[in-house]
């Protein structure tokens, strides 16, 4: 992802490019005619917020630019927090989906298979898995949608 901020001042004007990779960070920061290049490498030890305040110390940086920058950074980790819960989200309600209905399935034909009356129970276990799945998902997803929202 690359970014691109620009901040003009009443006599200078500050530019700041941001690109992220998956293993580096690069970073441009010119200032008029300061100029300024710097990559960190992504770990877990320290954040990319930490090797940026360094830099922006080091350098100057004002602080309407810092502020920016440090917006931008915020909305993108926000952006794919909600991509993991939502993620996540999908995914518990295709497990959730994918097994009443199996276990409704398995025991409709069980019941076919011990009282001799096949597709009557299978059909009945299959419909309800179903049912009781879209009712499940649908109270999962009002709980992520609409937090506030009481029955």
């Known amino acids: 992802m690359k970014r ?3 901040k003009k001042h009443d006599n200078f004007e500050e530019k700041f490019e941001f690109i992220d990779e998956e293993k580096w960070v690069y970073v441009h920061y010119s200032r008029g005619e300061y100029q300024k290049k710097a990559m960190f490498l992504k770990n877990n ?4 917020e930490h090797h940026l305040d360094d830099f922006f110390k080091e350098n100057n940086v004002t602080f309407r ?21 939502a993620s996540s989200l999908h995914l518990g309600i295709g497990i959730m989906f994918a097994l009443s209905c199996i276990i409704g399935f398995k025991l409709g034909t069980h019941f076919d298979m011990t009282y001799g009356k096949y597709p009557l129970f299978t059909l009945i276990g299959l419909f309800t898995g179903i049912g009781l799945a879209s009712f499940t998902g649908y109270k ?10 009481k029955d």
């Open 65 to 85: 630019m810092e502020h920016e920058i440090k917006k931008v950074l915020y909305k993108q980790k926000l952006n794919l927090e909600t991509l993991l819960k």
């Open 45 to 48: 030890e320290q954040s990319i």
């Open 4 to 6: 691109t901020i620009i």
């Open 140 to 149: 999962m997803i009002k709980k992520y949608i609409m937090p506030d929202f």
